[in-house]
């Protein structure tokens, strides 16, 4: 998984920077889907869903939107 190796290389991570990719990730995800209904799904990548993220990973020390990101 990308984040992952980010930490292990120790690269700088950003808030925007993981939302951008989840987003695109998404967008690949749901572009392949032949399942009609998958157009219906959506994801935004909300402040919320981050910190969530951000603790399922154990990414202390980001930083957030407009500030220099730091590695964990």
Same mark, same amino acid.
């Given at each position: 998984?990308?984040?992952?190796?980010?930490?292990?290389?120790?690269?700088?991570?950003?808030?925007?920077?993981?939302?951008?990719? +989840?987003?695109?990730? !998404? =967008?690949?995800? %749901? *572009?392949?889907?032949?399942?009609?209904?998958?157009?219906?799904?959506?994801?935004? @990548? +909300?402040?919320?869903? !981050? =910190?969530?993220? %951000? *603790?399922?990973?154990?990414?202390?020390?980001?930083?957030?939107?407009?500030?220099? @990101? +730091?590695?964990?």
């Amino acid at each position: 998984m990308w984040i992952e190796d980010n930490k292990k290389r120790i690269m700088p991570m950003s808030q925007m920077t993981i939302q951008k990719v +989840s987003l695109s990730i !998404f =967008e690949n995800m %749901k *572009n392949g889907d032949t399942d009609e209904s998958a157009e219906d799904v959506t994801f935004h @990548a +909300s402040r919320g869903w !981050f =910190e969530t993220f %951000k *603790n399922r990973f154990n990414l202390h020390n980001l930083k957030m939107k407009g500030e220099e @990101a +730091s590695a964990d």
